[in-house]
T-cell receptor
Framework: NAGVTQTPKFQVLKTGQSMTLQCAQD?????MSWYRQDPGMGLRLIHY???????DQGEVPNGYNVSRSTTEDFPLRLLSAAPSQTSVYFC???????????FGDGTRLSIL | KQEVTQIPAALSVPEGENLVLNCSFT??????LQWFRQDPGKGLTSLLL???SQREQTSGRLNASLDKSSGRSTLYIAASQPGDSATYLC????????????WGLGTSLAVNP
């Protein structure tokens, strides 16, 4: 049972580039979410999904897009990378939004 | 607006000591409160979840309490071990429709052999 798998683990981008952070879970969880973790800021919710085909914005959605075409996958797209998006990104899933979330190991992203 | 604070930011204790980590929240209208552990370079692992109607939850050497009236939760770790070294985060879920989690910044714990 792999749990929540995030790829890549590390990535360096140049300003203006786009990329997709991948997240997959094999627990048949309906609720999935993306967070970013920055020093002194704590975890902040970017986008979340309560099921396939349904997504919604969190606290800091600007500059990011998501889609949920299947229950298993919830990719996060950076449209035009900016240095302010340098962060550690975590994907999480749970049975529903009220249950404890299972986290991936994170993607460490640097924007130059 | 809900704010979650964890004090101290860092704690160092000798092995075997019983210890308490603190989490404070400003809005008592919470749905639940959760404690997580984060190891360096890793994601978060859920430790305990306390519903707003509960006073405490226990798992092994861990006990979490919730006092909504005072806006406090504590995580008690009994007989600490070096393997308990990690950052511990608490998160409060508000009682509104979105049940969004509001996170503290964490307490970095070092248990020294």
């Amino acid at each position: 049972n792999a749990g929540v798998t995030q790829t890549p683990k590390f990535q360096v981008l140049k300003t203006g580039q786009s990329m997709t952070l991948q997240c997959a879970q094999d627990m048949n969880h309906e609720y999935m979410s993306w967070y970013r973790q920055d020093p002194g800021m704590g975890l902040r919710l970017i986008h979340y999904s309560v099921g396939a085909g349904i997504t919604d914005q969190g606290e800091v959605p600007n500059g990011y897009n998501v889609s949920r075409s299947t229950t298993e996958d919830f990719p996060l797209r950076l449209l035009s990378a900016a240095p302010s998006q340098t962060s550690v990104y975590f994907c999480a899933s749970s049975y529903d939004r009220y249950q404890p979330q299972h986290f991936g190991d994170g993607t460490r992203l640097s924007i130059l | 607006k809900q704010e979650v604070t964890q004090i101290p930011a860092a704690l160092s204790v000798p092995e075997g000591e019983n210890l308490v980590l603190n989490c404070s929240f400003t809005d008592s209208a919470i749905y639940n409160l959760q404690w997580f552990r984060q190891d360096p370079g890793k994601g978060l692992t859920s430790l305990l979840l306390i519903q707003s109607s509960q006073r405490e939850q226990t798992s092994g050497r861990l006990n979490a309490s919730l006092d909504k009236s005072s806006g406090r939760s504590t995580l008690y770790i009994a007989a600490s071990q070096p393997g308990d070294s990690a950052t511990y985060l608490c998160a409060a879920s508000n009682a509104g429709n979105n049940r969004k989690l509001i996170w503290g910044l964490g307490t970095s714990l070092a248990v020294n052999p």
